[in-house]
């Protein structure tokens, strides 16, 4: 088992670069190999995996002025070892250039052989001099492609995002995304209260801070002992979740025995959120379609405390909770999404979602959101909630979903459901949920709720958002 840092960082780049399998998948079925590394090594670890997926395009360009290969042609493995090095020589000052290069020459060595080696070798001895000296794309010619290599995006988000938020508003953004966020994570009320666990984490991290808006979130940076080794998580006080998270749960308004389903539940944060609103009384039932995940959010109810969360391996596409038609007060879904909303977390979804996933999803997200439709009882409602900002993956997916199903009516979101006086960034004029990165300062996530009419919903055919007025609202 690898105890170098750096050795450790190449096997899981290795394996995204590969089997594309997800960061956070990967972190997970490799984590046993981070056991033995000290704290500072974990850090070392975790910043160079983060950091070299962040800035995989400005790093691969100079790569291609050093290299007498084209990158794409470079053996998978030697490209992911010259990607380490470099981004420990120009992003990391506390590195030393020849422990960056001797490390990938010896692992080149060892994984592919005494020619992997020298060629390594040759690449990052020239690239190590000479990279402060490679120019950019001219900004003047080439102004989406100086972009994308500055800021390390790809070119098709970098167009789409400056169509959308204009030239200063997607540089922010982008900006944003390539920084290293705070955690954020939720506390346990079953179990404690917000001060006490900031008590708690303040021991051990720095610029511990409650959420502006979420009730019971707190952010921290640095933290000197891996979340799961803490006596507070063991105990069960916290969830890892980010403020826009906690946010959409609340939205959905759980109360105590409401009889709720969770559709795409995967590891259980938002399970875990609602059977705290409801005071751990009324039935949860949390499917997904993954054996594993259900497995880990059986654990995961378990370390909080919830018992009115039964886990169950089901798809709502296939029909699985067809017999439960209009049994519900509540459903949430949580649509499989292309997470453009979380690129700060999930570096590594930048270079494996194209704008076809866009359009995959969102047709994904309209069927399994027609399907939850029938598990609601009349007066229930349904809250839909993804981890990206994209139109087609938000409010088309409800413009079309009313055009079908005439019982539903968005019930909008209301500002003074907030104690933050700026509460209104949260929410657009059409009573929707949504936020970014660069304000206020949150993932991007967007939320709708809508609830089921005991009638018909009439709408001319043209008809795109129908609006249910809350109890003394004007209208």
């Known amino acids: 088992m690898p105890s170098d840092p750096r050795r450790i960082a190449f096997k899981v780049l290795v394996r995204l670069e590969v089997k594309k399998v997800p960061l956070d998948q990967t972190l997970q079925d490799l984590g046993s190999l981070f056991d033995s590394l ?9 910043g160079i995996i983060f950091g070299t997926l962040r800035q995989k395009a400005s790093i691969d360009w100079i790569i291609r002025a050093f290299s007498n290969k084209p990158v794409e042609k470079i053996d998978p493995g030697l490209r992911v070892l010259i990607r380490i090095a470099l981004f420990q020589i120009i992003h990391m000052d506390r590195i030393p250039v020849s422990a960056a290069v001797n490390t990938a020459v010896s692992i080149a060595g060892s994984e592919k052989g005494k020619g992997a080696a020298g060629f390594v070798n040759a690449v990052l001895r020239k690239a190590a001099k000479g990279h402060s000296n490679v120019l950019l794309p001219d900004p003047a010619k080439e102004p989406l492609l100086y972009t994308a290599v500055d800021k390390s995006m790809p070119m098709w988000l970098i167009k789409r995002w400056m169509a959308r938020f204009g030239k200063d508003r997607c540089i922010t953004l982008l900006d944003i995304i390539n920084t290293v966020p705070p955690i954020t994570v939720r506390t346990n009320t079953l179990k404690t209260d917000r001060e006490n666990l900031a008590a708690q984490i303040l021991q051990s991290a720095e610029n511990v801070e409650t959420t502006r808006f979420a009730e019971q979130g707190i952010s921290f940076t640095g933290p000197k002992v891996p979340l799961h080794k803490t006596e507070a998580f063991q105990n069960g006080f916290f969830q890892v979740q980010d403020e826009a998270a906690q946010i959409t749960t609340s939205l959905l308004g759980p109360r105590p025995f409401d009889r709720i389903l969770d559709v795409c539940a995967g590891l259980g944060g938002k399970t875990g959120h609602a059977a705290q609103l409801m005071d751990n009384r009324g039935e949860i039932l949390a499917t997904d379609v993954n054996q594993n995940r259900i497995a880990s959010l059986e654990d995961e109810m378990n370390r909080l405390g919830v018992d009115i969360a039964e886990p169950l391996v089901a798809d709502v596409l296939k029909g699985d909770l ?5 049994s519900f007060d509540k459903v949430l879904v949580d649509a499989p999404c292309t997470g453009l909303g979380v690129l700060r977390r999930n570096p590594d979804a930048k270079w494996n979602k194209s704008a076809k996933d866009i359009k995959r999803n969102a ?3 309209q069927r399994i959101l027609l399907k939850s439709a029938d598990l609601v009882k009349p ?9 990206s900002t994209e139109p087609e993956e938000n409010e088309d997916v409800i413009t079309r979903f009313l055009q079908k199903r005439r019982d539903f009516s968005v019930v909008p979101c209301r500002q003074e ?13 059409k009573g929707f949920f949504k936020s970014y990165p660069f304000a206020p300062f949150m993932d991007g996530f967007f939320a709708a709720k809508l609830e089921k009419t005991t009638g018909t919903v009439h709408a001319h055919e043209n008809h795109s958002l129908t609006y249910k007025p809350l109890s003394g609202e004007q209208v």
Request: proline fraction near 5%.
């Open 38 to 46: 000290s704290e500072r090594d974990r850090a070392l670890s975790n």
């Open 322 to 326: 067809d017999p439960m038609a209009g």
């Open 363 to 365: 047709e994904k997200q």
């Open 379 to 387: 007066s229930g409602c349904i809250l839909f909630a993804v981890c």
């Open 417 to 429: 459901d907030f104690p933050d006086r700026e509460a209104g960034l949260l929410f657009t004029d």
